[in-house]
C-alpha cells in the first residue's frame, strides 16, 4: 500500500525555522517527483513546492515561499523534506505531503495521486 | 486562476449534484479534482478531466474542456460529505487550485 507520513510540525515563534519530513513507503520513491501543499485553517489548498526525481536537481516553489521554503529529498531513505525559514502568521497551515503522477514535476498534466494526513505547523509568539 | 461555483451547496441522499470549475485561460484537459474530508489525506477522484481514478466509486464522474469543467456525482451518498477542489497543470502558477466547494447532507 502507498503510503505517506509526515512529521516535524508544531509551535514555532515568528521569524523561526523549522524541518518538516515525510517519510514513503509501499512505492519506488526515487521513480517520483514529491510536492509539498498546504492548507491554512479555514482555507483551501495551496501548492508550495516540488522536488523532481534525483538526477535533475530539479525544484519548484510557490512565489509566497520562495527564498524561505527549500524542499529535498533523500531517496535512500526515502524521505521528502521542507525547511521552513523565516516563518510568519501567514504560514501556520497544515502541510500536506503529496506524489506527483510522475517524475519531473511541473509538467503539463501533472497532479497529486497520493496524498499523506499531514503535520501542523503554528506559528505563534 | 480557477474558479470554483458554487462555494457550498446542500443536498440529500440520491441527488445528483454538479460542481463547476472555470480557469482564466484555456488549460486544454488538464484539470484534476478532489475529495478532502477533515482531518484526512486529501484524495484523487478524476484527473486530466475525465478520468476516474482507481477505486473511486463510479457515480463520480468530469467533464468539460479549455475554460470550463465540472464534477458530478450522480446520487449523493452520506459518504461524500467533504470539500472539493479542482487543479489545474497546465498553467503557471503550477499546480493552481480552485477555492473549494463543500458538501453538505
Known amino acids: 500500500e502507498v503510503q505517506l507520513l509526515e512529521s516535524g510540525g508544531g509551535l514555532i515563534q515568528p521569524g523561526g525555522s523549522l524541518r518538516l519530513s515525510c517519510t514513503a513507503s509501499?512505492?519506488?520513491?526515487?521513480?517520483?517527483?514529491m510536492s509539498w501543499v498546504r492548507q491554512a485553517p479555514g482555507k483551501g489548498l495551496e501548492w508550495v513546492a516540488t522536488?523532481?526525481?534525483?538526477?535533475?536537481?530539479?525544484?519548484f516553489s510557490a512565489d509566497s515561499v520562495k527564498a524561505r521554503f527549500f524542499v529535498s529529498r533523500d531517496n535512500s531513505n526515502n524521505t521528502l523534506y521542507l525547511q521552513l525559514s523565516s516563518l510568519g502568521a501567514e504560514d501556520t497551515a497544515t502541510y500536506f505531503c503529496?506524489?506527483?503522477?510522475?517524475?519531473?514535476?511541473?509538467?503539463?498534466?501533472?497532479?497529486?495521486?497520493?496524498w499523506g494526513q499531514g503535520t501542523l505547523v503554528t506559528v505563534s509568539p | 486562476q480557477m474558479t470554483q461555483s458554487p462555494s457550498s451547496l446542500s443536498a440529500s441522499v440520491g441527488d445528483r449534484v454538479t460542481i463547476t470549475c472555470r480557469a482564466s485561460r484555456n488549460i486544454r484537459s488538464h484539470l484534476h479534482w478532489y475529495q478532502h474530508k477533515p482531518g484526512k489525506a486529501p484524495k484523487l477522484l478524476i484527473y486530466e478531466t475525465s478520468t476516474l481514478q482507481s477505486g473511486v466509486p463510479s457515480r463520480f464522474s468530469g467533464s468539460g474542456s479549455d475554460i470550463e469543467f465540472s464534477l458530478t456525482i450522480s446520487s449523493v451518498q452520506p459518504e461524500d460529505v467533504a470539500t472539493y477542489y479542482c487543479?489545474?497543470?497546465?498553467?503557471?502558477?503550477?499546480?493552481?487550485f480552485g477555492q473549494g466547494t463543500t458538501l453538505e447532507i
Open positions: 522536488s523532481a526525481v534525483s538526477g535533475t536537481e530539479r525544484t
Open positions: 503529496a506524489r506527483n503522477s510522475g517524475p519531473y514535476g511541473g509538467t503539463q498534466g501533472d497532479y497529486f495521486d497520493t
Open positions: 487543479q489545474q497543470s497546465f498553467l503557471t502558477p503550477l499546480y493552481a
Open positions: 509501499g512505492f519506488s520513491f526515487s521513480d517520483y517527483a
